[in-house]
Nanobody
Framework: QLQLVESGGGLVQAGGSLRLSCAAS????????MGWYRQAPGKQRELVAT???????NYGDSVKGRFTISRDNAKNTVYLQMNSLKPEDTAVYYC??????????WGQGTQVTVSS
């Protein structure tokens, strides 16, 4: 079984920065891709960024150029550096791990609030 624990959310002013962390434990050998998704009130969950075990990254259009995803395989941790934050980035951010068998595990979510 795989567990994901997120940290780093909070309240920040527009234009500011935050860094989210997600630490994996348990069946870490099964992880292929890790990433971040977010869900704002009344909206569907959307892709923020993903990173494969080989380091290939993919970003949602709304965060390209502002957010950076990275992964420390030795620490089984994925990070999301968020710069130039906007009020529309306000959401609950969820860490995701996808196994080689395409099984998804989700973290509990961390709130990010950007004030204008």
């Amino acid at each position: 079984q795989l567990q994901l624990v997120e940290s780093g959310g909070g309240l920040v002013q527009a234009g500011g920065s935050l860094r989210l962390s997600c630490a994996a434990s348990g069946s870490i050998f099964s992880i292929n891709t890790m990433g971040w998704y977010r869900q704002a009130p009344g909206k569907q969950r959307e892709l923020v960024a993903t990173i494969t075990s080989a380091g290939s990254t993919n970003y949602g259009d709304s965060v390209k150029g502002r957010f950076t995803i990275s992964r420390d395989n030795a620490k089984n941790t994925v990070y999301l550096q968020m710069n130039s934050l906007k009020p529309e980035d306000t959401a609950v951010y969820y860490c995701n791990a996808r196994s080689y068998q395409s099984y998804d595990t989700w973290g509990q979510g961390t709130q990010v609030t950007v004030s204008s």
